[in-house]
C-alpha cells in the first residue's frame, strides 16, 4: 500500500472542518470510516469495537442523507434532537456521536500508548487505553467481553509490519495522535455544554 494504513484518514481529517471551523457530518464520519481498516488489522480483539463503530458510522449517515443540508453539521443533527427530546435515546444520532467519539477516543490512546511505551505488548497497550477511555462507561458485561477479548490482540512487532506499508509508520501515528483527538474532544465539548456527554451504555 502507498503510504502507511492512515494516509487516507489523514487526509480525510484536515477535510473535517468548514471554512467557518465547524465540524462537518460527512467529512467527519469519512474520517472515521477510513479508521476501520486500522481496526480490521487487530483481528478478532477489535470485532466488538469494529461493528460498534461501523453501526454508528451508518446511523448517522443515514441521518446525514435524509437531508443533507439540514444534516451538513454534525451537532445541528444533535440539536434538532435535543429540541425533539430524542436525543438521550439509545437509537439517536447523539447517541451515536457520543460513542464513536469514544471509540476514536481509545484508538488514539492505543496508538499513543504504542508510540510511548515500546517495551508494551499489544494486550497492554490495547488494555491501558480501554481502561482510560471507554471503561468507565460500560457495564459489566461489555467490560468483561472486551478484556476477554483484548487477550487476543496481535503481535506487536507483526502488527507493526502490516499497518506501515510503504511510509513512516511512526510519523502517521504521531499525526493521527496530534490531530484527530482536537476533533474528539470539540466533540466532547459540545456534548457536555448540552449535557450528554456522560451517557452510560444501557
Given at each position: 500500500?502507498?503510504g502507511t494504513i492512515?494516509?487516507?484518514?489523514?487526509e480525510?481529517?484536515?477535510h473535517?472542518?468548514?471554512a467557518?471551523?465547524?465540524i462537518q457530518t460527512k467529512?467527519f464520519?469519512?474520517a472515521?470510516?477510513l479508521?476501520?481498516?486500522v481496526?480490521?488489522?487487530?483481528?478478532a480483539?477489535?470485532?466488538l469495537?469494529k461493528?460498534d463503530?461501523?453501526?454508528?458510522?451508518?446511523?448517522?449517515?443515514?441521518?446525514?442523507?435524509?437531508d443533507?443540508?439540514a444534516?451538513?453539521?454534525?451537532?445541528d443533527i444533535?440539536?434538532?434532537?435535543i429540541e425533539?427530546k430524542t436525543?438521550?435515546g439509545s437509537?439517536?444520532c447523539?447517541?451515536?456521536?457520543?460513542?464513536?467519539t469514544?471509540?476514536?477516543?481509545?484508538?488514539?490512546?492505543?496508538f499513543?500508548?504504542?508510540?510511548?511505551?515500546?517495551?508494551?505488548?499489544?494486550?497492554q497497550?490495547?488494555?491501558d487505553?480501554y481502561?482510560?477511555t471507554?471503561?468507565?462507561?460500560?457495564?459489566?458485561?461489555?467490560?468483561?467481553?472486551f478484556?476477554?477479548?483484548?487477550?487476543?490482540?496481535p503481535?506487536?512487532?507483526?502488527?507493526?509490519?502490516?499497518?506501515?506499508?510503504?511510509?513512516d509508520i511512526?510519523s502517521?501515528m504521531?499525526?493521527f495522535?496530534?490531530?484527530?483527538?482536537?476533533?474528539?474532544?470539540e466533540?466532547?465539548?459540545?456534548?457536555?455544554?448540552?449535557?450528554?456527554?456522560?451517557?452510560?451504555a444501557?
Amino acid at each position: 500500500m502507498e503510504g502507511t494504513i492512515f494516509t487516507p484518514c489523514l487526509e480525510a481529517i484536515t477535510h473535517v472542518k468548514s471554512a467557518d471551523g465547524d465540524i462537518q457530518t460527512k467529512p467527519f464520519l469519512d474520517a472515521c470510516r477510513l479508521v476501520l481498516p486500522v481496526i480490521e488489522k487487530f483481528g478478532a480483539a477489535m470485532a466488538l469495537v469494529k461493528s460498534d463503530v461501523g453501526g454508528n458510522i451508518s446511523r448517522l449517515d443515514a441521518k446525514y442523507e435524509q437531508d443533507p443540508s439540514a444534516n451538513h453539521l454534525i451537532f445541528d443533527i444533535v440539536r434538532k434532537e435535543i429540541e425533539e427530546k430524542t436525543a438521550k435515546g439509545s437509537s439517536s444520532c447523539t447517541n451515536a456521536l457520543l460513542w464513536l467519539t469514544r471509540a476514536m477516543d481509545f484508538m488514539a490512546e492505543l496508538f499513543r500508548n504504542l508510540l510511548e511505551h515500546p517495551d508494551w505488548t499489544m494486550t497492554q497497550a490495547c488494555t491501558d487505553s480501554y481502561t482510560k477511555t471507554l471503561k468507565k462507561w460500560h457495564g459489566w458485561i461489555a467490560s468483561t467481553s472486551f478484556n476477554v477479548a483484548m487477550k487476543l490482540a496481535p503481535e506487536r512487532k507483526k502488527f507493526m509490519e502490516v499497518i506501515g506499508g510503504t511510509g513512516d509508520i511512526t510519523s502517521d501515528m504521531e499525526k493521527f495522535c496530534t490531530s484527530f483527538p482536537v476533533l474528539l474532544q470539540e466533540n466532547h465539548t459540545f456534548l457536555q455544554s448540552v449535557g450528554l456527554d456522560n451517557l452510560k451504555a444501557s
